[in-house]
């Protein structure tokens, strides 16, 4: 009987520890990886989250320039060219401006001091030719030099051009207004003509001889 007894005690104790466990568990308590998520929250969460506007890289920078064409460009370009003095031995540096707002365009190309004014003339057809075509292959509306023609940027932009010495004597100091002709002749290019052709027609004879 005292068994009894005892093992019906122990039975009470347990089922009432286990009421006291299950009572003390919320049923309202979100179980752990399935938390209900609120839409709402999501969107607001979304809203805050925009990032600052020196980090976001959608939104135009107002600052930023516009040019008509890359003159840092032009400028490795005339570095590469003009500054080779296998190709110019009389080269000593070649540089230029530009001004947009005003529409010119400055050439200048600084030679040895013993370059003569023939080789400098040479030199500064040669520099207008080119730096119009470098220019040209920027933009399709433009057009390239040609023998006769220095190209058609310089419809658009005044031109100064120079060449000096390095002891600063102007060999060549010429400008023009957008459009203007230029008058820039190289030796080369005055010495030009139509290409020899045999002349087989009777020559007529000397008027002094024929009376003879």
């Known amino acids: ?72 460009q032009a400028q490795s370009e005339c570095d590469g060219l003009f500054n080779d003095t296998s190709a110019f031995p009389q080269s000593v540096k070649m540089e230029f401006t530009y001004d947009e707002s005003a529409l010119n365009i400055g050439l200048t190309w600084t030679v040895k001091n013993d370059t003569t004014n023939d080789d400098a003339m040479e030199y500064a057809v040669t520099m207008v030719k080119q730096f119009n075509d470098i220019i040209a292959a920027q933009s399709m509306d433009l057009e390239n030099s040609s023998t006769d023609s220095f190209g058609t940027l310089w419809n658009q932009f005044s031109l100064d051009v120079k060449v000096v010495t390095e002891g600063g004597k102007a060999l060549v100091d010429k400008s023009y207004k957008a459009g203007e002709k230029i008058d820039l002749k190289s030796n080369e290019t005055a010495a030009e003509g139509p290409e020899d052709v045999a002349d087989d027609s009777p020559k007529k004879l000397d008027e002094t001889k024929a009376s003879k």
């Open 1 to 72: 009987m005292k068994l009894l007894k005892r093992m019906a005690v122990l039975s009470l104790v347990v089922l009432a520890l286990g009421g006291c466990t299950k009572s003390s568990i919320s049923t309202d308590a979100p179980v752990s990886g399935s938390e209900e998520v609120d839409p709402a929250k999501l969107e607001s969460d979304d809203d805050d989250e925009t990032l600052p506007r020196d980090q976001n890289f959608l939104v135009e920078d107002e600052t930023v320039e516009t040019t008509m064409y890359d003159w840092e």
